[in-house]
């Protein structure tokens, strides 16, 4: 039998030894959060770091290597349903592409009315995403714009038109310093509308930009009516890297261009400001005519005429106008014919287009079946001269500038 004296000592060892098991317990808790929360940091450091690796930086021999793989990118759907969740700068002023991911779901309010129920099935899938209005790049080269260009020429073209793309590089679209004047070359693509080629011939477009690295690429498929998407993006691409661009030349990779003359024509017009000069139309109709390819619905456009606009086969501006038009082209609904959306724009900001006769976006005459349309001489003459396969392309460039003896200069300039 333990007496009061002895239970009185366990008691107190009892307590004692609680007290260094809740001091001991509590160190080791605090030391294990001590300890994981540095792991824990950098391990979301790494996180951070891997998420904002641009794909562009990694060695040229890795990329190689990748361009015959299958791609573990999970392909866009076909359609436009897909645009961006910007990412805002903290200046709110992007200096570099800020549209990192697609998501973006049709706009089903359109679905209940009357006048969208009517139109042809490619009007309602446009009018569902029409407000899908920016995309993810592909391929980027913002060091094309790096110091002084006096000339950036930009050709709106198709992943499957490489052949296009190489006779423009070694013929009107070859890079170069003419007459003191710096000049650069780009092509705008958007990505394969071939489901079942999509991954094939993304690959060669991959390779061929590692190759020459003068490709511009987002996340829409290349259809006709996404052709105003290539115009948004590239403004807005303009916008964020050329700040010391001076003009522009825009056209499509089917056309003939003597750059001499453009640089003729600019040096003429020297002080004009807001300069945009093209083959353009004045009072065009909208074709209502549903078998035609530029036929547009009377809900999509009820009035008359369209603005004056230019020719998309090739048209000149100079950098205040194209920053003009950025701003301009987020205020419009965009439009499914691209050359007519660049001309409500243009409306927009009241600036007129000028018509100039060395653009001929339509051909040198009407009659397709004429001489005149492969005559060297007037080609010499011109700035643009529209629709030439890449055989005709290069045979009629290599005539241009053999020792071809004219006449008379056609006084057009």
Not at 296 to 317: C, D, E, R, S, V
Not at 337 to 365: R, S, W, Y
């Amino acid at each position: 039998m333990m007496n009061n004296r002895d239970r009185w000592k366990v008691y107190k060892r009892v307590a004692v030894m609680f007290c260094l098991a809740v001091v001991a317990l509590t160190v080791v808790q605090r030391g294990s959060i001590n300890m994981g929360a540095p792991f824990q940091l950098d391990r979301q450091a790494r996180m951070d770091a891997s998420e904002g690796v641009d794909s562009v930086a990694l060695h040229s021999s890795q990329r190689i290597k990748s361009f015959w793989k299958e791609s573990k990118r999970q392909p866009l759907l076909p359609g436009r349903s897909t645009t961006q969740e910007p990412r805002v700068t903290e200046e709110n002023s992007a200096t570099t592409w800020d549209v990192t991911s697609s998501n973006c779901s049709a706009n089903l309010s359109l679905s209940g009315q009357d006048w969208f129920r009517g139109l042809e099935d490619n009007f309602k899938q446009f009018m569902l995403y029409r407000h899908c209005r920016y995309f993810p790049m592909l391929l980027n080269h913002p060091e094309k714009c790096a110091g002084e260009i006096y000339l950036l020429m930009v050709i709106k073209s198709v992943a499957t038109q490489h052949d296009r793309r190489e006779v423009i590089r070694k013929t009107w679209g070859k890079e170069r310093v003419l007459n003191g004047k710096r000049i650069k070359t780009l092509f705008l693509l958007g990505q394969p509308s071939n489901r079942a080629e999509r991954a094939n011939h993304q690959r060669l477009v991959e390779y061929e930009n590692h190759i020459y690295g003068d490709i511009l690429q987002w996340g829409f498929l290349d259809s006709f009516f996404n052709l105003t998407l290539k115009e948004t993006h590239f403004l807005k691409w303009f916008h964020t890297y050329c700040p010391n661009v001076h003009y522009i030349f825009k056209g499509d990779d089917d056309v003939f261009v003597n750059v001499e003359n453009i640089l003729e024509f600019l040096d003429s017009t020297s002080h004009a400001r807001n300069l945009f000069v093209g083959d353009v139309i004045f009072k065009a109709r909208p074709i209502r005519k549903k078998e035609n390819k530029y036929y547009i619905p009377q809900a999509l456009y009820n009035k008359t005429h369209y603005p004056p606009y230019a020719g998309g086969g090739g048209f000149l501006m100079d950098r205040t106008v194209a920053r003009r038009l950025h701003w301009v082209a987020d205020t419009l609904e965009l439009y499914p014919i691209d050359d007519v959306f660049l001309g409500m724009c243009l409306e927009v900001l009241q600036v007129a287009p000028i018509k100039h006769n060395a653009f001929k976006t339509f051909g040198l005459v009407k009659n397709k079946s004429s001489k005149l349309n492969k005559e060297p001489c007037f080609f010499r003459s011109m700035i643009v001269v529209h629709k030439l396969l890449p055989t005709e392309l290069r045979h009629m460039w290599n005539l241009v500038n053999s020792d071809l003896v004219c006449s008379q200069k056609v006084e057009i300039l």
